[in-house]
């Protein structure tokens, strides 16, 4: 038979299979946090990291700062393949590093490999998302004005990198090598004066994790 009045078994377009399509990217929480965000209940970042509650769904970033926005930006920092020795041979994969920030105070890096580099791009700028974090700026000097660089002294490391930052007065700018001055301005910090120690020449995913993470106790 040809189905109900002659329409066939759905299988065409506009009815059967095809139908329903637009609910497939609606975000469906999968844990207690997204379904309070969800609800309304949560209604900034900042009462996440009042309560030191982790992130596990990138959605909720996405909920807070809307792609269509474009107020979180990412920046991919650095793509290099990476190679494991395998009963069959060499297996290569590539690792991406990729930075997300507002430019107003919140920043995040996260890292993927992947056998593909489209994939570990989006693998990374998902683990960055769920990796945001809020920093806490200061002044040099006089206290007017809004904050413009960090409140103290900081050090990080990551590997073989070491990194040290240095509160700088107005007007200093980022001194800093060109991928960690890529992080500190995506976090919102005007000015800041960075000293950067690299033990090893390739090491500019390395640079940004040591400014990302504190130094182990």
């Not at 009042?50 to 926005?69: C, G, R, W």
């Not at 240095?166 to 980022?174: D, F, H, V």
């Amino acid at each position: 038979g040809r189905g109900r009045d002659g329409r066939g078994r759905g299988r065409g377009r506009g009815r059967g299979r095809g139908r329903g399509g637009d609910d497939k990217d609606e975000w469906i929480p999968v844990t207690k946090l997204g379904r309070l965000v969800k609800e309304g209940r949560i209604r900034s970042l900042e009462e996440i990291f009042l309560h030191s509650m982790p992130i596990k769904e990138h959605q909720i970033v996405d909920h807070f700062f809307p792609p269509t926005a474009g107020k979180l930006k990412d920046e991919v920092m650095t793509i290099k393949p990476v190679q494991k020795q395998s009963s069959a041979g060499q297996r290569t994969r590539f690792k991406a590093y990729v930075a997300v920030g507002d430019f107003d105070g919140h920043i995040g890096l996260g890292k993927k490999c992947s056998s593909e580099v489209a994939t570990a791009i989006r693998g990374a700028l998902i683990m960055a998302k769920m990796h945001l974090v809020p920093i806490r700026r200061g002044y040099w000097g006089k206290n007017s004005g809004l904050p413009h660089t960090i409140p103290m002294k900081l050090s990080g490391t990551c590997g073989s990198v070491s990194v040290r930052l240095i509160p700088a007065p107005r007007g200093t700018g980022l001194v800093a090598a060109p991928a960690s001055k890529k992080i500190l301005a995506m976090a919102g910090l005007e000015v800041s004066s960075c000293v950067q120690q690299l033990m090893r020449p390739s090491s500019r995913g390395g640079g940004g994790a040591a400014l990302f993470r504190p130094p182990p106790p």
